[in-house]
């Protein structure tokens, strides 16, 4: 496997950071996991545009246009003859001192690793997953952003952990307020209705590229999608409930905390969902669009 490490394409082995890299020491930097679908890399764009918006956030300089980091992710992508596949893109501080001072870290390293995805067993996808409330409260979203996709994820991680120690596939993750704010790595949908509900970004939720794409193929259908505060309750009684996310797509959520979603199999506004967000990856225009 070749990786791309500031500026070079090196074998794995070789391809090596700095133990004084802030990235390491202090989770200092930012980064995007994106998916390649039969050669063709789904939304550089706009995971591009995120990234530079979290290191601006974070007052990180890049040291490469959008531009040039989009050659070389392509590139990246090319060299390791990733057909459909998985880019995860790094931003580092870069080296520094043992202080948490980054205006030491001269300069910032950019990683791409291309490499083929771990994807959730088709049986999920059939037969929908089970989740709990994770006791981790999601980070104050007016103390580090959610928005900004950083190298730190203690805050995910404990959720995870959460979710493997109830013996379920994800966590639910909620705000300061008690509000829903998204899962572990992926945003959360509900519907009620024939509506579809899904927590603000403000609420504490990362701005989802799948999110966002889901949720413009919804409209398409004539569906109503309202972003708003979602409490626990909403999410006991509600008709279906399904997660998005690079890794997942659109997958199916059948139980909450021990209540059972629906008929407790994936819903058909769901099933609708994942199947034209299947459609759009794949290049396929989505039906009735
Ligand atoms: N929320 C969080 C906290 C995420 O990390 C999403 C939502 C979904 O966003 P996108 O843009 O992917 O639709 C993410 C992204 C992993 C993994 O290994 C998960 C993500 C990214 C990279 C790796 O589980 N989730």
Redesign the pocket.
């Known amino acids: 496997m070749k990786i791309w490490i500031d500026g070079q394409l090196l074998d794995e082995a070789q391809a090596k950071v700095s133990v004084f890299d802030h990235g390491l020491l202090y989770g200092d930097g930012v980064f995007e996991?994106i998916r390649v679908y039969s050669g063709r890399i789904f939304e550089l764009r706009a995971h591009l545009v995120r990234l530079y918006e979290s290191a601006k956030a974070i007052r990180l300089d890049i040291p490469m246009t959008l531009e040039e980091l989009s050659e070389v992710t392509e590139k990246t992508v090319n060299a390791n003859e990733i057909s459909d596949g998985y880019i995860r893109l790094i931003v580092t501080r870069g080296v520094g001192t043992l202080g948490l001072d980054p205006f030491l870290c001269k300069k910032p390293s950019v990683i791409i690793i291309a490499d083929k995805i771990q994807l959730y067993p088709e049986e999920f996808y059939e037969k929908g997953m089970k989740v709990i409330s994770s006791a981790t409260m999601r980070i104050h979203p007016m103390s580090l952003p959610?928005q900004i996709?950083s190298l730190n994820y203690l805050n995910?991680i404990c959720a995870t952990m959460d979710a493997i120690e109830h013996g379920v596939q994800e966590a639910l993750m909620f705000n300061h307020l008690g509000y829903l704010a998204?899962?572990?790595?992926?945003?959360v949908f509900v519907v009620k209705n024939g509506i579809l509900y899904t927590p603000p970004t403000e609420a504490g939720?990362?701005n989802?590229?799948?999110?966002s794409i889901v949720i413009e193929l919804a409209k398409q259908q004539g569906l109503p999608v309202i972003e708003k505060d979602i409490a626990r309750f909403e999410l006991y009684v509600c008709d279906e409930c399904f997660l998005?996310?690079?890794?997942a797509e659109v997958i199916g959520v059948v139980e909450i905390d021990g209540r059972v979603v629906g008929n407790g199999k994936p819903g058909p506004i769901t099933a609708k969902l994942r199947k034209l967000f299947y459609e759009y990856a794949h290049g396929r225009k989505p039906e009735n669009s």
């Open positions: 996991g959610p996709k995910n998204e899962a572990s790595g992926d945003n939720a990362l989802g590229i799948t999110r998005t996310g690079t890794a």
